[in-house]
C-alpha cells in the first residue's frame, strides 16, 4: 500500500503531471499564471476541488453506470465547485475576495474530469483521495512554476501580492527585482506559450537524461557480467 | 449481483442521472439559502467600508448607509444613491455603476461631490484577467485613483489609445476603457438627475 502510494504521489508531482506530461487544464494553467501568487492560488484551489471531487465520486462509483458516468461526473464537479464558491463567499468572506476569482475558473478544468474518468471511478476512496492531493500539488507545482517565470520575465517581480493571498506573514515572498518593467509579452498569452513550451522541453530533455543514464548503467553491468569487453559508444 | 443486473435496466440510466441531479441541485439549493444571508451581510460589510473609502477622509459626518435615494437611472432596478453630508446638506453623493469588462460586469462605486467632480471611485466586484485587468483594483494598483477631481467638463473620457485623457493597463484595453465608460455614464446620471439627488427626500 505504501509503495503505491509513492507511485501516486510521484505520478502526481512528476511523472504523470497534469500539465508537464497529460498536457491537460492548459486553459486555466496559461488564463492565470500572470504571477507566481496566482498560480498558487489557482493551484491549492484546484488541489481542494481535486480531491473531494475525487472522494465523492469514489464513493459512488459502485452505482454509476458506464453509460452516463460522464454527466453524472460533470454535473456533481460543477455542484461541488459552486458549493466551495457559496460557502467561501459566505463564511471566509475575506479570502474569497482573493480567490473568487479563480474558484469560478475551476469547472472548466478538465483535468478534474480527467482524474474522475482515469482514477476515481476505478479505484478506492482512499487512493483517490491521496491521487487528487497529489495530481492537485502537482498541478499547484507546475502553475507556479509557469506564473514565477513569466513574472520574472515579464514583470520584474516575484510572488507580487502574496499578503493578499496568504496574510501579511507572508509579505518576504513578495520581491521586486528590478522597477523598471519586463518583457509584456511574458505577461500576454504569448508569454503563457512560450514558457510552458521550453518547461516542456525541459522535462522531456531531464526524463531522457535520467533514462540513458539508467540505460548506460544497465549496459555496463551486461559488460561486467559477459568475459569479454562490449564496446558501448 | 443485482446491481449488476439493474444498471442493464434501460430506465437505470435516465433515473440515475434524475436522481443526481436532483441531489445536486437540492444541496445546492438548501446551501444558497443557508449562505444567503451571510453573503448579504458580508457584502454590507463591504459596502460600508468601501463607502469610507471612495469619500476623502473626513467628509461625511452622517451615517451614509441610512441616507439614501433612489432614483429611476433607466436600469432595470432603481439607483440606489448614498449621501454623504456635512452638518445636514448634501455635500457628496455615492453610487454604483457597472460597465461592461472583458470578463463580465465590473461593479464600480464612484464619490461625486455636489459640483459633478470626483471624489473617488473604486472597483467592487469584477472578473476581469488575473495579472492584466485586475490593476483596477487599488489593492494592485494606483490606476483608479486617476479618476479623482475629474468632471465631466475638461476632461477627455476615453483612453488615450482612443484619444482620451486616461492611462490603459499593460495588456488590457478593454477593461479601463469599460471602467472610464462607466463613470462617465455615471456623471451624466448625477448631471441628469443633480437635483433630486441633492434636494430630494430620503427613501427608505
Redesign the interface.
Given at each position: 500500500m505504501s509503495a503505491s502510494i509513492k507511485t501516486l504521489v510521484k505520478d502526481g508531482l512528476w511523472d504523470n503531471n497534469v500539465v508537464f506530461a497529460q498536457m491537460l487544464a492548459l486553459c486555466p494553467s496559461m488564463?492565470?499564471t500572470?504571477?507566481g501568487t496566482?498560480g498558487l492560488g489557482m493551484g491549492l484551489a484546484t488541489t481542494a476541488v481535486l480531491a473531494a471531487s475525487n472522494i465523492l465520486i469514489s464513493l459512488i462509483r459502485?452505482?454509476?453506470?458506464p453509460?452516463?458516468r460522464i454527466?453524472?461526473f460533470i454535473?456533481?464537479i460543477?455542484?461541488l465547485v459552486?458549493?466551495v464558491d457559496?460557502?467561501l463567499?459566505?463564511?471566509l468572506?475575506e479570502l474569497y475576495?482573493v480567490l473568487g476569482?479563480?474558484i469560478?475558473l475551476i469547472v472548466v478544468n478538465c483535468a478534474i474530469l480527467g482524474r474522475a474518468e482515469a482514477f476515481a471511478s476505478r479505484n478506492g476512496v482512499w487512493a483517490s483521495c491521496v491521487d487528487g492531493l497529489a495530481m492537485g500539488l502537482g498541478f499547484t507545482f507546475a502553475l507556479t512554476l509557469i506564473g514565477l517565470i513569466r513574472e520574472f520575465l515579464g514583470s520584474g517581480t516575484l510572488f507580487a501580492?502574496a499578503p493578499?493571498l496568504l496574510g501579511a506573514g507572508f509579505a518576504f515572498l513578495e520581491i521586486r527585482l528590478h522597477e523598471r518593467?519586463g518583457a509584456?509579452l511574458m505577461?500576454?498569452p504569448p508569454g503563457a506559450f512560450a514558457v510552458l513550451g521550453f518547461l516542456l522541453a525541459g522535462k522531456r530533455l531531464l526524463d531522457a537524461r535520467r533514462q540513458a543514464g539508467q540505460k548506460s548503467r544497465q549496459k555496463t553491468s551486461d559488460a561486467e557480467e559477459s568475459a569479454a569487453p562490449v564496446d558501448t559508444r | 449481483m443485482a446491481l449488476e443486473n439493474l444498471k442493464e435496466h434501460p430506465l437505470y440510466q435516465p433515473v440515475l442521472l434524475g436522481a443526481v441531479a436532483l441531489l445536486a441541485s437540492v444541496t445546492l439549493a438548501w446551501v444558497a439559502d443557508a449562505t444567503r444571508e451571510a453573503i448579504g451581510e458580508a457584502e454590507a460589510a463591504d459596502l460600508r467600508d468601501s463607502l469610507v473609502e471612495v469619500l476623502p477622509d473626513g467628509f461625511a459626518d452622517n451615517n451614509l448607509l441610512a441616507d439614501r435615494v433612489e432614483i429611476d437611472a433607466g436600469g432595470e432596478d432603481p439607483l440606489l444613491v448614498y449621501r454623504a453630508r456635512q452638518g445636514g446638506t448634501v455635500k457628496g453623493v455615492v453610487f454604483k455603476v457597472v460597465g461592461k469588462g472583458y470578463g463580465g460586469e465590473i461593479v464600480i462605486l464612484m464619490a461625486v461631490d455636489k459640483d459633478g467632480g470626483i471624489l473617488g471611485v473604486r472597483v467592487l466586484k469584477h472578473t476581469e484577467t488575473p495579472g492584466l485587468g485586475d490593476k483596477i483594483e487599488i489593492a494592485k494598483s494606483g490606476w483608479i485613483n486617476g479618476f479623482t477631481g475629474k468632471a465631466l467638463d475638461g476632461a477627455v473620457w476615453a483612453v488615450k489609445k482612443d484619444g482620451g485623457g486616461f492611462d490603459q493597463l499593460a495588456g488590457a484595453t478593454i477593461t479601463p476603457r469599460a471602467v472610464v465608460n462607466a463613470v462617465k455614464s455615471g456623471l451624466e446620471t448625477f448631471a441628469r438627475h443633480k437635483a433630486a439627488l441633492l434636494e430630494g427626500e430620503r427613501s427608505s
Open positions: 488564463a492565470v500572470t504571477s496566482n459502485g452505482v454509476v453506470s453509460q452516463v454527466p453524472v454535473i456533481l460543477a455542484g459552486t458549493l457559496m460557502a463567499d459566505a463564511w468572506h475576495k476569482i479563480f469560478a501580492q493578499q518593467g509584456l505577461i500576454l | -
